[in-house]
């Protein structure tokens, strides 16, 4: 048991956990192993042993004949294997017995972690027992398309003999139905020379009982090996409940409560889905057209200005954000210039921080961050838009998911970066003083301090974690050069260079 959450119970949540004691901002709360974790119901073709994509071509398992896996050398070492040795045995007997083929399995990838579920009732009972209890929704599910959907794993799980005596079909409809309320995205392993990875789908037992909330109060991540560990966000008080957000809180409201509604079969009453200001970011908000000042939020079937009060059908500005959405869709999001005229375009009609319009500008962002590293010689402008950029998104992330959070880790890193790039151009080109330097440099460092804080709890073995240890690298660099810089502002008549400092100075400088 526990000493950081109890589990608790009310009608409304069912069961959730609340902290034991005062938590605090970057404490560990839990870390979990997966029950199960496999590939998604609509998956193309992947190892069963590795969980890889098997592109081109694959062999059976030795062992039992039928279970598709790596050719050549076999699956990287490195990855976690799950074609367990029961398993294998079990698949050999249906081979051998029943005359089941590669080709059934290879057909039925998307049944797997479905298949592999059920097998823990004999190979796990306790833990199987605990799977079995998690909400599923199943009675809100009877009849309806998602229950048709599953019914070829219903049908391939009974072509298996895996039903005992009394099971029906019930049983193989509640397992996909607890997968889909209680999973967790997982990044697959990355595909050699890629790097890419598919997404799988993770329960956890433990972490799973964590209830949503919009404005979450914890972090999660979950590492190479597939070790879920969650963190608290910010300080959490004894007795308070432990939210994780389900959804995606770059997402406007309507969005997110589609995606609880469908995927988790509840609707949302927190916080921030009870304000149609979005606690004041206006992230789902149009521009007014009568005052062109203030912003609209819907109420039912009117769209009302919070600043002049003025009211418009839901038909007229639902249209026009429908336009912007629809040609978010359309536009190359890979281009600087399209996304530049988009943003232009629907900066007329929707709120600044309106959702599609943050969904543009963190593109954009990506796009400049990838010409300003590839170009020998980037411009100003590109380096100042950059930074206007991550410059609007900050504020919206701290409403939306204050404390620890990656997506403003990464931001604020990106920040630093340019503000010492841009620096140093225009301090090489004389166009600032030594002080001035001095000054962006400092400015620089403090923003990838506060991305370091949050970086630091990121599993080392995972894109966050690399970041986090090259940030580091960085920020030990950069500290040697602002003492150097500021050395030369204090040294009468030195013009400082920033090239004076030797790359084995700032790749190895002393840690004070
Ligand atoms: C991942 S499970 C959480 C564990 C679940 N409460 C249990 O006892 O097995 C998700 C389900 O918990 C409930 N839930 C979680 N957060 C909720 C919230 N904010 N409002 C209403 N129901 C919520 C919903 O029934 C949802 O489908």
Redesign the pocket.
Known sequence: MSTKYEVK?SN?????LVAAKDLRAGERILSDQPFVLGPNSDTSLVCFNCYLPLISKFVVCKNCGIAPICPGDGCPEQFAKWHSRQECDFFRNLKLNKGTSPMTMVQNVGSLLVLRALLKQNDSPQEWKVFS???S?LDRRRDSSVWEYYDNTVKFIQSLGLLENGQNQELVQQICAAID??SFEVRGPPIPAIGCAEVLRGVYLQA??????CVANTHMSINDNNVLVCHASTDIKKGEPIYYN?TDALKGTAIRQQHLMIG???????SRCSDVTEMGTYMSSAVCPACKTGYMSQHGELWVCHSCKNETEHSVVGHKVQCCSDKLEVINKKDEKELEEYIRYVSLVLAPNHYLLLDAKQRLAGVLRDIINREPRPTKKVMRRKMELCKELLPVLETLSPGICRIKAITLYELHATIVQLAKKLFDAREITGADFADELLCAEKHLKHALEMLVIEPGNSPEGELCAKALEEYRALKLTIAKVMDSVHAEGKVYKIEDVTEEEALHPEID
């Open positions: 119970t409304k949540l069912g069961r959730y209890e998690l909400e929704h309320v209680n799973t009982l964590l209830a949503h909330d389900y988790k079969y509840f609707k949302c009453t927190c």
